[in-house]
């Protein structure tokens, strides 16, 4: 895994993504406890959660269209220095009467986003050998977990010496920093389709969009292939987003975890996950992508019921860390094989139309969750995230075939009858 940094353009990728994640994450920790700082209020931090979903939701499967039709490379650098230009504007939010700017500027950094996550994703399968691309995912896992790890402890060393400026600055510094990391990527061949003249003079009209929006969709309903992973993503995401907003209550109030014992079993759960990211590279050689998207979603669903069935806290300390190696394993698996069987030219939608279903898969778990759990209970709650976890491993179990190749062929046949 290690050997794939050695290449140039995946190096620049990785780093990129990995300083820009780090400077998210500082953010993210940063700007929820100054909100609620400013205001006392759980609902002003609901809806900096709601602007958080809503780009994804509106624009995802948008911005998808313009991630094929627009050079790959371009997209990433201009996104990421928009995104740091954008990110300053938060130092005007601790001003009287600003609070509304942390809401609007984050509505405005992840609308542009929307369109650099696609791009990243249909990127990688031309910076690295086809036979090395489960490798790749796994190389980007294990930074990513990294950057998630890191990035809440800079973040608050930097709020705790110099507050929500100090954090805005590092995180506008690090997508500026990844820009000009991307800008360094040298592409030997086109990193989008040639369009005809015709086509390409429509590139700014809505029907022209309209169009390729609907061929995207073509593509995914077209192949079972692609269908039913997108089916398990988000029957699993569901089941992850529900236990977000249950597992804090769970350990307080039923195994009676003090703080500390909190942040130690988030250290354990990112420890498993960095595990798991090495697993991933090992053994994605070794076994077929169905059988770790399927086996390890069934297995994270059954540690799910083991954890959420717990009475006493010291088990936990062993199910936290196991639990992120099977469902970084099956993550990993999954991004491959939606890279192995999409056709280049139409990979920016998939992901845009992955964006879409996942930001609707965290709004439709929080209002649920916000509706029905306290009438359900906590336990009961968690319980069922980790049955609908199980589900999208049957899923992944009964409908995904063996052969990845074989799926690869039949989505480019069909997909050239468009």
């Given at each position: 895994?290690?050997?794939?940094?050695?290449?140039?353009?995946?190096?620049?990728?990785?780093?990129?993504?990995?300083?820009?994640?780090?400077?998210?994450?500082?953010?993210?920790?940063?700007?929820?406890?100054?909100?609620?700082?400013?205001?006392?209020?759980?609902l002003a931090t609901a809806l900096l959660a709601l602007s958080f979903y809503l780009p994804g939701l509106l624009l995802s499967s948008f911005a998808g269209v313009l991630a094929?039709?627009?050079?790959?490379?371009?997209?990433?650098?201009?996104?990421?220095?928009?995104?740091?230009?954008?990110?300053?504007?938060?130092?005007?939010?601790?001003?009287?009467?600003?609070?509304?700017?942390?809401?609007?500027?984050?509505?405005?950094?992840?609308?542009?986003?929307?369109?650099?996550?696609?791009?990243?994703?249909?990127?990688?399968?031309?910076?690295?050998?086809?036979?090395?691309?489960?490798?790749?995912?796994?190389?980007?896992?294990?930074?990513?977990?990294?950057?998630?790890?890191?990035?809440?402890?800079?973040?608050?060393?930097?709020?705790?010496?110099?507050?929500?400026?100090?954090?805005?600055?590092?995180?506008?510094?690090?997508?500026?920093?990844?820009?000009?990391?991307?800008?360094?990527?040298?592409?030997?061949?086109?990193?989008?389709?040639?369009?005809?003249?015709?086509?390409?003079?429509?590139?700014?009209?809505?029907?022209?969009?309209?169009?390729?929006?609907?061929?995207?969709?073509?593509?995914?309903?077209?192949?079972?292939?692609?269908?039913?992973?997108?089916?398990?993503?988000?029957?699993?995401?569901?089941?992850?987003?529900?236990?977000?907003?249950?597992?804090?209550?769970?350990?307080?109030?039923?195994?009676?975890?003090?703080?500390r014992t909190i942040g130690l079993l988030s250290a354990l759960g990112g420890a498993g996950a960095l595990v798991g990211s090495v697993v991933s590279s090992w053994w994605g050689?070794?076994?077929?992508?169905?059988?770790?998207?399927?086996?390890?979603?069934?297995?994270?669903?059954?540690?799910?019921?083991?954890?959420?069935?717990?009475s006493s806290l010291p088990l936990l300390f062993a199910f936290v860390p196991l639990l992120g190696i099977p469902m970084v394993v099956s993550n990993v698996a999954l991004s491959?094989?939606?890279?192995?069987?999409?056709?280049?030219?139409?990979?920016?939608?998939?992901?845009?139309?992955?964006?879409?279903?996942?930001?609707?898969?965290?709004?439709?778990?929080?209002?649920?969750?916000?509706?029905?759990?306290?009438?359900?209970?906590?336990?009961?709650?968690?319980?069922?995230?980790?049955?609908?976890?199980?589900?999208?491993?049957?899923?992944?179990?009964?409908?995904?075939?063996?052969?990845?190749?074989?799926?690869?062929?039949?989505?480019?046949?069909?997909?050239?009858?468009?």
């Amino acid at each position: 895994m290690t050997t794939l940094l050695t290449l140039p353009n995946f190096r620049r990728l990785w780093l990129g993504e990995v300083i820009s994640l780090v400077g998210d994450r500082a953010l993210l920790l940063a700007l929820p406890y100054f909100i609620y700082q400013e205001t006392g209020s759980t609902l002003a931090t609901a809806l900096l959660a709601l602007s958080f979903y809503l780009p994804g939701l509106l624009l995802s499967s948008f911005a998808g269209v313009l991630a094929d039709r627009w050079n790959r490379k371009r997209v990433l650098v201009t996104t990421h220095l928009l995104q740091g230009m954008v990110i300053t504007l938060l130092l005007l939010a601790p001003l009287p009467g600003l609070i509304w700017v942390a809401y609007a500027v984050t509505f405005a950094e992840l609308s542009i986003s929307t369109l650099s996550t696609p791009v990243a994703g249909a990127l990688l399968p031309a910076l690295v050998p086809q036979e090395n691309l489960m490798q790749a995912n796994a190389a980007l896992s294990l930074g990513t977990t990294g950057a998630r790890l890191l990035g809440p402890v800079v973040g608050g060393v930097l709020m705790a010496s110099l507050g929500i400026p100090g954090v805005v600055l590092f995180d506008a510094a690090s997508f500026i920093l990844a820009g000009l990391m991307f800008l360094r990527l040298q592409m030997s061949a086109p990193l989008t389709p040639d369009l005809p003249p015709q086509a390409v003079s429509l590139l700014h009209t809505w029907r022209d969009l309209g169009r390729q929006w609907r061929e995207g969709l073509s593509v995914i309903w077209r192949s079972p292939v692609i269908l039913t992973l997108m089916a398990v993503l988000s029957i699993s995401s569901l089941g992850g987003t529900l236990v977000d907003p249950f597992y804090t209550p769970f350990l307080v109030a039923v195994l009676q975890a003090d703080a500390r014992t909190i942040g130690l079993l988030s250290a354990l759960g990112g420890a498993g996950a960095l595990v798991g990211s090495v697993v991933s590279s090992w053994w994605g050689g070794r076994a077929s992508p169905r059988a770790l998207i399927a086996f390890g979603t069934l297995l994270v669903g059954l540690l799910m019921l083991g954890m959420y069935s717990l009475s006493s806290l010291p088990l936990l300390f062993a199910f936290v860390p196991l639990l992120g190696i099977p469902m970084v394993v099956s993550n990993v698996a999954l991004s491959t094989m939606i890279q192995k069987v999409t056709p280049d030219a139409y990979r920016g939608r998939i992901y845009g139309a992955l964006g879409t279903t996942n930001a609707l898969v965290g709004v439709l778990a929080t209002v649920t969750a916000g509706l029905i759990g306290p009438h359900v209970g906590t336990v009961q709650m968690l319980i069922t995230a980790a049955c609908i976890t199980l589900l999208g491993g049957m899923v992944a179990l009964v409908f995904l075939p063996a052969g990845v190749e074989g799926s690869t062929t039949e989505t480019h046949s069909r997909s050239s009858e468009l």
